[in-house]
């Protein structure tokens, strides 16, 4: 059995991306040019979050390789204080199992950019130029504000004067052309760049090092998987700066998915000019609609079975002993007002993996407090008179419970399973930024390229799914509650 969990282990590659428009790319190139060669079982982890994120992916096993570039290695993963080349970088590395290798060719530099027109008017064309313009409302990705060789060392650098607010990447182009912010951080092979009429601001000290596009892997998939392996090494300086444009472009302005992209990379074939735009029946039904939908079911039925499993018997428990209530309700409660994505990095960091468990794990923390509530107040409310009655008619407490309390109480324990179900579907959508799919894989997407309508593909059925779970439990109602205690309620 030991022997055949390695086998197959040593035929798995699994590929992972950031969560930003070319890392989807280079992430669909890395998983098709693998696959190609038929050698292992690929899979593609997409828009996994950022950096951290998919470092720690790489480091615990959870992927095998993914698109990244030297200077983040170097600053932020590494903690190095200035550039280093990939023989220092690998040296660093090794003790993680990791290696960073096959360039790709072109480099993508983190940059600071505003409108020409703007830029012209106050004369600025360097960094150093926006110290004298306290004035100008400054819009940075949420990455970019807290990485090492982020704004917090810029603005260091350069003595600048700003108050930055954190805005998607995905969402600044737009900001920027609507005016509500002047300044925003770029990577420079950014398709919008030319599209929205923006002037890059010259690194005139020289702040950024390389960012040079490699292959970050685990140290062992070169002789794990010789044949896939070379395949990917000859991706090695494959793809020119102007291609990674063109590439982002056919995205970002010309409506192509990035399997679309990066097939055509793959297979040679030119990318297609500007496609007319596809409607939302057409995204919501799209090729990865069976898997999505499965992913995000999963996602909130074993997690809601797990609720109920522990929920139900704390609320029994805080129902009969008020010591009990006294410690397992504010429990639960604190739960509940923990930020999802805090609760997320933590999980990833308790667990020391991405994807499916800790998403569940949050899930079922998440749904305990409906459930737990809902089950101690309706255990509390069950008359007196009813135990006593069964008591004296010999009713073990075992019995006494299966028999009275839970049925009496069952249909407002009913409604703390159906809110935490409702809850469970909106936050699912979360588990997207960790690598678990589901409809929140779509959203995360469509921010990422500001597509209203992939964002909508997303939401609408997780909304439909919703609805679907509060009319299920409508109908499972009239099952599981006896008639009586319906009609009851239903005459006050």
Not at 135 to 147: I, K, M, T, W
Not at 476 to 486: D, K, S
Request: with cysteine.
């Amino acid at each position: 059995m030991a022997a055949w969990a390695l086998s197959a282990c040593a035929t798995e590659l699994a590929v992972g991306s950031k969560r930003f428009t070319e890392s989807y790319i280079l992430g669909e190139i890395v998983a098709r040019t693998a696959r190609a060669t038929g050698e292992a079982q690929v899979t593609f982890k997409p828009g996994l979050g950022n950096t951290a994120v998919v470092y720690a992916a790489l480091k615990n096993g959870a992927i095998d390789v993914y698109a990244e570039y030297s200077g983040t290695i170097a600053f932020e993963l590494l903690g190095r204080k200035s550039a280093a080349t990939l023989d220092d970088i690998n040296r660093a590395l090794a003790a993680d199992g990791l290696v960073a290798s096959v360039p790709l060719g072109f480099s993508n530099t983190y940059a600071l950019a505003m409108s020409e027109s703007l830029a012209r008017q106050r004369g600025i064309a360097t960094v150093s130029d926006l110290a004298k313009h306290a004035d100008l409302a400054v819009g940075l990705s949420q990455e970019f504000l807290n990485r090492k060789d982020g704004w917090p060392a810029l603005q260091k650098a350069y003595a600048l004067p700003f108050a930055a607010r954190g805005l998607d990447h995905g969402l600044a182009y737009e900001a920027l052309a609507a005016g509500r912010i002047q300044l925003m951080d770029v990577y420079t092979t950014d398709a919008k760049i030319k599209r929205y009429g923006l002037r890059v601001l010259a690194d005139d000290r020289n702040f950024f090092p390389p960012y040079a596009a490699v292959l970050l892997h685990r140290a062992d998939l070169p002789q794990r998987l010789p044949k896939t392996w070379a395949a990917l090494a000859a991706l090695e300086g494959k793809i020119a700066p102007a291609d990674m444009i063109a590439m982002n472009a056919a995205v970002e302005l010309d409506g192509k998915s990035f399997a679309q992209v990066a097939e055509a990379f793959v297979t040679q074939a030119p990318v297609a000019g500007a496609q007319a735009p596809r409607g939302l029946l057409v995204r919501f039904f799209g090729d990865d609609f069976l898997r999505v939908s499965g992913q995000h079911l999963v996602l909130v039925f074993v997690s809601l079975a797990a609720s109920c499993a522990v929920g139900i018997p704390l609320g029994i428990w805080a129902g009969r002993s008020t010591a009990a209530h006294r410690v397992i309700l504010p429990a639960v409660g604190v739960l509940q007002t923990i930020p999802s994505l805090a609760l997320l990095a933590f999980l990833i960091a308790l667990l020391d993996r991405i994807g499916t468990l800790p998403a569940l794990v949050a899930l079922f923390l998440y749904g305990l407090l409906p459930i737990v509530r809902n089950t101690a107040t309706a255990m509390a409310e069950v008359a007196r008179g009813l135990k006593q009655a069964a008591a004296a008619l010999g009713l073990r407490p075992r019995e006494t419970l299966r028999l009275i309390e839970l049925p009496v109480a069952s249909r407002t324990i009913l409604a703390g399973v159906r809110t935490s179900a409702v809850i469970n579907v909106g936050t699912a959508t979360i588990a997207a930024f960790i690598g678990a799919g589901g409809y929140g894989e779509r959203i995360v997407a469509g921010l990422a390229v500001n597509d209203n309508v992939l964002l909508l593909a997303g939401a609408v059925p997780a909304a439909l799914l919703a609805l679907l779970i509060e009319g299920g439990f409508s109908l499972a109602e009239r099952w599981l509650v006896p008639r009586g205690l319906r009609q009851a309620a239903a005459s006050r």
